[in-house]
């Protein structure tokens, strides 16, 4: 009698063991993530053909296209303003953090309308790993010659 207990105990935890295991996440390449956005623009931004033919669910496709959208705006953005910043260190004016944060939450509002600004604080961290990615550094002033 225990045993038989213990038997249907036993298959109760398993059956509630695999109603809540997690499904297992499936990584998809880069050329294969590519090669579905190609898709999506050969067939006119028909994202369900695209999905299908590419065997890739319809809303990762979906993200995919959008980080694409947002990643070309952003990157225009941020090399028009690593240029504006070297444009006016030639005109022999110093270029501090501030200024360079100030234009970049500038170009914020410019590029994502849609977002709220308080979504992007350009932090000092921020700025640190801009600096790195372009190249620049600040420097003081200490004489004149």
């Given at each position: ?6 038997a249907?105990?036993?298959e ?17 390449t ?5 090669s ?7 067939y006119?931004g ?16 979906q993200?995919w ?5 947002n ?5 225009r ?5 690593s240029?504006r ?6 005109d022999?004016?110093?270029v501090?953090?501030?200024?360079i ?5 500038k170009?914020?509002?410019?590029v994502y309308?849609?977002?709220d600004v308080?979504?992007?604080k350009a ?9 790195v990615?372009?190249d620049?550094t ?8």
């Open positions: 009698m225990a045993s038989e207990e213990f249907e105990e036993l109760v935890a398993e059956t509630e063991t695999e109603s809540t295991e997690r499904k297992a996440s499936i990584s998809y880069v050329k294969r993530k590519l579905a956005i190609e898709k999506y623009d050969e006119g028909n994202l369900s053909r695209a999905a299908r033919d590419s065997g890739v669910p319809r809303s990762n496709l993200r296209v959008k980080k694409r959208t990643s070309r705006r952003y990157t953005s941020v090399n028009f303003l240029e910043g070297a444009d006016i260190r030639k022999g004016i110093a501090h953090g501030e200024f944060k100030a234009q970049a939450k170009l914020f509002k410019e309308p849609d977002e308080e979504n992007f932090s000092n961290g921020w700025l640190q790993k801009f600096t990615r372009h620049s600040f420097r003081c002033v200490t004489s004149q010659r």
